[in-house]
């Protein structure tokens, strides 16, 4: 382990020429630290045994290339070469599980054994992750634990925390845009993705809202793409035996992008070479606006102009919106 160990040091400082930016992933054992890899590397996970020791990949970030490093707790905590690692980092990721408040106190104890060992430049994430689950300790109470009180109390270091799931995606590109902006001094993907279209599905892929940024292609009928994208949900989850979607379809020219929040989905088409982490990220922030919007009035109808009005809340959407007058359906 020391040799592997030491081979990732030297790489890290063979790739500082280049400003390639280094990122630690840390979290006890079944926090979620592989599946975070793993959707970064694939953009979706897999059903699989937690890792158990430390890999080091490269990964694709829209333009951005990023070195991961993860590492196990035992590692972390005793090897003195991981610690020579950790005073090179440019980023860490602290991934906590939030299924119960003792899951909670023992990362921060982890996490506690770590903080000095961190520059006060490098920016730390946090990733509150499995809030899917139904017995997940609520995100505000997780604000409120006096050991996250004392890290947010430190104005030298650059920290933010994000409650997320990594198994469904939820939140997680929103996450990672945080912290690749703080390393490379830069907002991430800002202008890698031209929305085409955005349609917001009920369960049973019963369209709810749909937008046409671009008037030159051709629409589809809403009614016959949320029973595609229905149907195609419904044929991952059997071929993988578990809650897995649909997370990038390509047709032609362009692909949806779908994301998923509660008993509705969010289907944006972009431009088939867009960065879809960045799509992912998007569409996350459309769906959530739409259902913020939703919940203060179920009974609300939306024309034209309330959906622009929903998506204008978006900066990055804002900019894609028709200039042309807004004329109601």
Not at 89 to 116: A, N, P
Not at 139 to 156: H, N, R, T, V, W
Not at 163 to 192: N, V
Request: proline share 5%; with cysteine.
């Amino acid at each position: 382990m020391s040799n592997y160990l030491s081979f990732i040091r030297e790489k890290m400082m063979s790739e500082k020429d280049n400003k390639v930016p280094h990122v630690v992933i840390l979290g006890l054992q079944g926090s979620g630290k592989s599946t975070v890899v793993n959707r970064l590397l694939f953009g979706t996970i897999t059903d699989g045994q937690p890792g158990q020791g430390t890999c080091f990949v490269n990964v694709k970030y829209g333009k951005s290339i990023l070195s991961i490093i993860e590492a196990g707790e035992e590692t972390a905590r005793e090897s003195p070469y991981f610690q020579d690692i950790l005073g090179e980092i440019d980023g860490v990721v602290f991934v906590i599980d939030c299924q119960s408040h003792r899951h909670i106190e023992s990362s921060f104890e982890y996490i506690f054994s770590l903080f000095d060992k961190i520059p006060q430049k490098t920016s730390i994430l946090f990733l509150a992750n499995k809030i899917d689950k139904p017995d997940a300790v609520p995100f505000p109470d997780l604000l409120q634990d006096p050991a996250f009180q004392i890290i947010m109390d430190d104005i030298e270091r650059s920290v933010s925390i994000y409650p997320i799931s990594a198994k469904t995606g939820e939140s997680f590109y929103t996450a990672f845009d945080w912290i690749i902006a703080r390393m490379t001094g830069r907002t991430p993907l800002r202008e890698d993705v031209s929305p085409r279209r955005v349609i917001i599905l009920q369960e049973g892929g019963v369209p709810a809202f749909d937008y046409t940024f671009d008037a030159s292609i051709e629409e589809h009928d809403s009614t016959l793409l949320g029973g595609l994208i229905s149907a195609l949900n419904i044929m991952a989850s059997t071929i993988f035996e578990s809650e897995s979607v649909m997370d990038v379809v390509k047709l032609g020219a362009m692909k949806m992008v779908i994301r998923k929040l509660g008993g509705w989905s969010v289907v944006l088409f972009v431009g088939r070479d867009d960065s879809e982490s960045k799509a992912q990220s998007l569409a996350e922030e459309i769906l959530q606006a739409f259902t913020e919007e939703r919940n203060r009035d179920p009974t609300k109808e939306m024309p034209r102009q309330v959906k622009y009005e929903i998506l204008s809340k978006i900066p990055e959407i804002a900019i894609a919106l028709d200039q042309e007058p807004i004329k109601d359906d």
